[in-house]
Each structure stands twice: as C-alpha cells, then as structure tokens.
C-alpha cells in the first residue's frame, strides 16, 4: 500500500466585530476542504502548510497558532492502488481576506462557523473544525 503525508491549515480572520471566518477551498473536483497538499522533500510539517497556504490562496503571512495541531489519516484509491493518507493540520489567523487561488480550485468562501461546517464535504474536516473552533474559543478567553 502506498502512502502519502500532506500538511496543511484551518486559515481564519477576526474581523472588527470580532466575528471569526473561516476560509474554504473548492477544489476541481467539486469539495471544499482546506489548504493542504503533499510534504516536499526537505521539508518539515509546518514548512510544507506555509507553502501550501502561499501556493493554493496567495496568502504570504499567516500566524499559526502555539498548541494546535491535528492529525487525520484516511484511504483513498489512486490509479486503481489504496493509499494510506496522513494530513497534518495546523490553525492559522490571517489579518487578510484576500485570496488568489491556484489552478487546483475553482472557488472559495470565507464562511462563519455554522456555514463553513455545512459547506465542508468530508466529516473529518469537520470533526478539525470543531477542534480548531474550540481551540480559538479556549485561547481567547485566557
């Protein structure tokens, strides 16, 4: 079997109100998902997420956020062959909405909460957004 690690980020804006966005990509395919591709060799977990959000959005600076990182692993079939997938997510706060994407997507949303969990197509997406919304929730009430 073969595998495959990719590495990406829940990319979020405070804006003045203090109402939290989140940004969604929607692939070729169809789905919506976050910034995530596969780790380049030579590249640690974090360095490969910078990119990513650089190359799929045109995002140039983003925080990430100390204490949150979550891993998902899932199968898929490519060319006939399962592959063992392992994603790493981190969380990431840009004072910026404005994105350029890559040709690998076809749109994108800067959703609320609410939105972005009833937009996102796969449950483990979900399931990060959940955690990352919790995360945010925790560290800004400290």
């Not at 070729?28 to 995530?36: I, L, S, Y």
């Not at 990430?64 to 079939?77: A, I």
């Not at 909405?97 to 749109?107: A, M, P, T």
């Amino acid at each position: 079997m073969m595998k495959e690690s990719s590495a990406g980020a829940i990319i979020f804006s405070i804006n003045s109100s203090s109402d939290i966005s989140f940004l969604l990509l929607q692939h070729n395919a169809g789905h919506w998902d976050f910034a995530k591709g596969n780790i380049e060799y030579g590249e640690n977990e974090s360095q490969a997420a910078r990119r990513e959000i650089r190359e799929e959005t045109g995002i140039e600076s983003v925080h990430f956020l100390e204490g949150f990182k979550v891993r998902v692993e899932y199968y898929y079939k490519r060319e006939g062959n399962s592959v063992h997938k392992e994603v790493v997510f981190f969380l990431a706060r840009s004072d910026s909405q404005r994105v350029i994407l890559s040709n690998e997507h076809i749109g994108y949303s800067w959703c609320d909460f609410d939105k972005s969990l009833a937009k996102l197509t796969y449950r483990s997406a979900r399931d990060v957004l959940e955690q990352a919304r919790s995360f945010i929730m925790r560290t800004r009430l400290k």
